[in-house]
């Protein structure tokens, strides 16, 4: 996550599988939310940040009841403007869901704020296991443009002018 994001979970958690299992890059540890539906994650940005694709790590197979069926995105500002944008239901996951985030005119969005909630499990399960979150943003890389760097005048510059 860009410009270090802030991660809060409003839920209690079990020592061990709290907010470091969901960022710590490996797929045999979990994030465990327990209690009642639904269960959320929100992530705060200290500026306004573009977001272009959410990656959500789970695993039916290991998790079962506990895994997700099917999840909200919700972006804004704070927690009072939260706009639903995207509903995902989830089929046994096998791994890595990937959920493009774009406006009405498919671009990437600005937020501060993003919220992913846990409306429903399989099998009816109570409590959530999350395995990774990854949350992308653009890269805005315009290159540089070759013609603003003038003419290469000593012979050492025009030996590398060209590219063979």
Do not use: C
């Not at 999840?71 to 944008?85: A, K, M, P, Y």
């Not at 959920?99 to 501060?112: A, G, H, L, M």
């Amino acid at each position: 996550m860009r410009f270090g994001a802030f991660l809060l979970v409003n839920l209690a958690f079990l020592k061990g599988f709290g907010v470091d299992q969901l960022r710590d890059d490996r797929a045999d540890t979990y994030w465990q939310s327990d209690g009642q539906l639904p269960h959320l994650v929100n992530i705060q940005f200290q500026r306004k940040t573009t977001i272009s694709d959410i990656y959500i790590y789970t695993d039916y197979k290991l998790d079962e009841s506990y895994t997700p069926s099917r999840i909200s995105i919700r972006v804004g500002t704070h927690f009072n403007d939260l706009q639903e944008i995207e509903v995902v239901p989830l089929v046994e996951p096998p791994g890595w869901v990937h959920v493009p985030i774009r406006d009405i005119r498919d671009r990437p969005i600005r937020v501060f704020m993003i919220q992913i909630a846990v409306t429903s499990n399989h099998q009816n399960g109570r409590d959530t296991h999350m395995r990774q979150i990854k949350i992308h943003s653009p890269i805005d890389n315009p290159g540089i443009r070759i013609d603003l760097l003038g003419t290469f005048s000593t012979v050492e510059f025009q030996q590398h002018a060209t590219i063979r």
